[in-house]
């Protein structure tokens, strides 16, 4: 057997020494019993290891149990006495350990190897490698990020930022969250999409750093621009650019759907195609059939499209001038934002013009919308705000919402996404 010394090192735990190590071979578990050491007087669990002494109060609950790192293929726990102190702000509660944050039934180790995989791996990595639920996973990255935000000012330099709200739930609940478009970070994440919402976010930065903001950009939503206007009256409002790129694209969807149901009601546009779950299978066919495959080329920048999508593009523009233009006036409102700032102006009214002049409806409520934004539209193009990057967090928030599903509370779901964008990832227990 190894000496007791070299098992507190190898669980990595301090102040404490290990009394017995059980091993559970036919369960594969290792249960270190461990005590902490005379020397260390006991603290408060909720203040930590770091604050005043305080009185023992009674045995609370007898024995608990950590989880730890596993050695080799064995699973480790470590087990010690719990007792209570009686601390002068929490009343009765359980000792601080230093292995462990209070109230957790993981070590410090543990934790941090989960928010360290749950920010870099699949979910069914995290939970079988660490045999553990991901719901469990969510209230680990909940407890790393609550310490992790506390060490660093995530407000330091703040000057351009980027306002957006991500759903998730399947769309019925929203997060309100707040980007530097300088760094690329996500800086502020909360439950909601109101004016209280935000307004909580001002409260966080106060009045001083809200004043040094620069430029906000958002999609264009009154709830932001007001609380804007009320808490940084000074910042220039901008249009967030791939949100209009996305109306441009919607637009777009609407010709490309009508076109596609007037082909495929067309004698010719589909047939019959046997029966599928109990119902008869319909199939476009001709027109529409080329149509409903000429989606992808639609939607893509013309600069990534393959030599079939451009085929297909061709082939629109010869069949379907309606919904050839339509793809032009996308591609157009994109372009613009691409512009020298001392054109933008002329080419966005031109745009506006054409749009409200090609007789496509949703295209000419589109150039209403525009019309109304064009002065923070314009202001994006004048500062320069770097569309890529805000987009790109855009979409990896959204990404992590869709495998935040399955945790308890936003709360966990925020964690993941501040670990992950934050510009504070988790390290691995152990290195630095
Ligand atoms: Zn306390």
Sequence with gaps: ML??????????????????????????????????????????????????????YDRGQGRRRWRSLDIGTWQVWIEADAPRVACRVHGHT?????????????????????????????????????????????NIVARVWAQTAGARD?????????????????????????????????????PGRDRATLRSFFDALGPHRSAQIAQVSADGADWIKGVVAERCPDAVQCADPFHVVRWATEALDAVRRDAWNTARRAAGGSRRDGRAHGQERIVATGHAQALKRARWALWKNPENLTTRQRAKLDWIAKHDPRLHEAYLLKEGLRLVFQLDPTD?????????????????????????????????????????????????????????????????????????????????????????
């Design 3 to 56: 000496g007791k010394s070299v098992w507190a090192m190898l669980l990595g735990i301090q102040q404490a020494m290990v009394e017995d190590v059980v091993f559970d071979a036919a369960r594969g578990v290792v249960v270190a019993h461990v005590r902490v050491s005379q020397r260390t007087r006991p603290r408060c669990g909720r203040c930590g290891t770091g604050a005043k002494p305080a009185p023992l």
């Design 94 to 138: 359980v000792r601080a350990f230093a292995w462990a944050r209070h109230d957790a039934g993981h070590t410090r180790d543990f934790d941090q190897q989960v928010a360290w995989l749950a920010t870099h791996c699949s979910k069914s990595a995290v939970t079988q490698l660490m045999r553990i639920s991901w719901r469990t996973v969510g």
């Design 344 to 432: 933008a102006p002329t080419a966005l009214t031109r745009w506006t013009q054409r749009s409200r002049d090609s007789g496509l409806e949703s295209f000419t409520a589109l150039a209403r919308r525009v019309q109304t934004h064009r002065e923070p539209i314009l202001a994006a193009i004048s500062h320069g705000l770097s569309n890529g990057r805000i987009e790109s967090v855009n979409t990896k928030i959204r990404l992590i919402t869709r495998r935040a599903f399955g945790f308890k509370s936003p709360d966990a779901l925020i964690a993941l996404a501040m670990l992950t964008l934050g510009g504070q990832p988790p390290a691995l227990p152990g290195r630095t």
């Design 154 to 190: 995530p407000f330091a330099g703040l000057s351009r930022i980027g306002i957006d709200e991500i759903s998730y739930k399947r769309g019925h609940k929203y997060l309100t969250v707040v980007v530097d478009h300088d760094t690329g970070r996500l800086v502020w994440a909360a």
